[in-house]
T-cell receptor, first 113, second 111 residues
Framework: DAGVTQSPTHLIKTRGQQVTLRCSPK?????VSWYQQALGQGPQFIFQ?????ERQRGNFPDRFSGHQFPNYSSELNVNALLLGDSALYLC????WGVGKEAFFGQGTRLTVV | KNEVEQSPQNLTAQEGEFITINCSYSVGISALHWLQQHPGGGIVSLFMLSSGKKKHGRLIATINIQEKHSSLHITASHPRDSAVYIC?????????????FGKGTKLSVKP
């Protein structure tokens, strides 16, 4: 079992560009959550997907969007990148339901220059 | 909605010492997560617990639901335990979904 895998591991983009990050959940998991972790800070919840729909959303602008595919994998898209979007983006997968354990990927380090 | 406080913020220990990290939260929860993060690395889930105590190797996690408090203990600490330890709980108590994280405890174990 490969666990949660994210790609790419590192990425450098220019302000104003768009970026897509990818996440494959742990085998069998149907729910994917995305978090942003700025340097020296704790992760902040972006949104969660289940059954190909966004189920919950944190306090992030519409520039942040996502998608979940029928195989439960997910993408995070960020448009019109700002310097402040530089962060580690973490994906977590779980089974849908209350109190289910979340498993995290290694993250994608995005640098916006 | 929930708030999480973790202490201490920084902890330096000598190899072999017993270590305790504490986490308090404000709203009743379905489960609490203890996570480990190495510098520049992703997050590893150590425990998820909703009651009592769990043990994995030298790591022990306890939770007191009534007092809204959890502790992570490391016995016979080792330099490879050096990392940031984070507790996380659901933002809205019993809901499925997004986690709110403590600020983390940066542990450094000296040989």
């Amino acid at each position: 079992d490969a666990g949660v895998t994210q790609s790419p591991t590192h990425l450098i983009k220019t302000r104003g560009q768009q970026v897509t990050l990818r996440c494959s959940p742990k085998s069998g998991h149907d729910t994917v959550s995305w978090y942003q972790q700025a340097l020296g800070q704790g992760p902040q919840f972006i949104f969660q997907y289940y059954e190909e729909e966004e189920r919950q959303r944190g306090n992030f602008p519409d520039r942040f969007s996502g998608h979940q595919f029928p195989n439960y994998s997910s993408e995070l898209n960020v448009n019109a990148l700002l310097l402040g979007d530089s962060a580690l983006y973490l994906c977590a997968s779980s089974f849908w339901g209350v109190g289910k354990e979340a498993f995290f990927g290694q993250g994608t380090r995005l640098t916006v220059v | 909605k929930n708030e999480v406080e973790q202490s201490p913020q920084n902890l330096t220990a000598q190899e072999g010492e017993f270590i305790t990290i504490n986490c308090s939260y404000s709203v009743g929860i379905s489960a609490l997560h203890w996570l480990q993060q190495h510098p520049g690395g992703g997050i590893v889930s150590l425990f998820m617990l909703s009651s009592g105590k769990k043990k994995h190797g030298r790591l022990i996690a306890t939770i007191n639901i009534q007092e809204k408090h959890s502790s992570l203990h490391i016995t016979a600490s080792h330099p490879r335990d050096s990392a940031v330890y984070i507790c996380a709980v659901p933002l809205y108590g019993g809901s499925q979904g997004n986690l709110i994280f403590g600020k983390g405890t940066k542990l450094s174990v000296k040989p």
